[in-house]
């Protein structure tokens, strides 16, 4: 895999992959940033939940369920000091949908905790991961 990162002036960057559209990020307001775009570590927090997502979307689909609805809402709280990683990571998952009950929504997502989401699998070294399912 090739990922092009740019730099478009002040601290706004974008980025690219071969096959996907581009990505604009920015630092923060703390640091210069417009608070217009993402911030590199809040992309990192929208790719555990999508991740995590689609792994869902797949295994509920194995199990025969059909999803009418699949949020993942992300905590997090960073280290206050530098490196500001997040050492504490909470994903609420609110799911919906023929056929989802809590057994099946708690195997999908265990599933995906334990086995499939890489993202997860990269943050569980720094950070304390947590869930909560809501089945409605």
Not at 17 to 36: D, L
Not at 93 to 113: C, F, K, M, P, W
């Amino acid at each position: 895999m090739a990922i092009k990162v740019k730099w478009e002036g002040g601290t706004k960057f974008t980025g690219q992959s071969g096959t996907s559209t581009t990505v604009t990020m920015e630092a923060g307001p703390k640091y210069g940033g417009g608070g217009q775009y993402p911030t590199p570590m809040e992309l990192v927090a929208i790719a555990h939940g999508g991740c995590t997502g689609i792994d869902i979307v797949l295994i509920m689909q194995k199990m025969r369920v059909t999803l009418k609805t699949l949020e993942v809402e992300v905590q997090a709280k960073r280290r206050e000091e530098p490196p500001t990683y997040y050492e504490e990571i909470k994903l609420i998952y609110t799911i919906s949908g023929d056929g989802v009950t809590e057994e099946n929504a708690r195997r999908a997502v265990e599933l995906s905790h334990e086995t499939y989401c890489s993202v997860g699998a990269m943050l569980e070294d720094k950070a304390k991961i947590s869930y909560e399912i809501k089945v409605v």
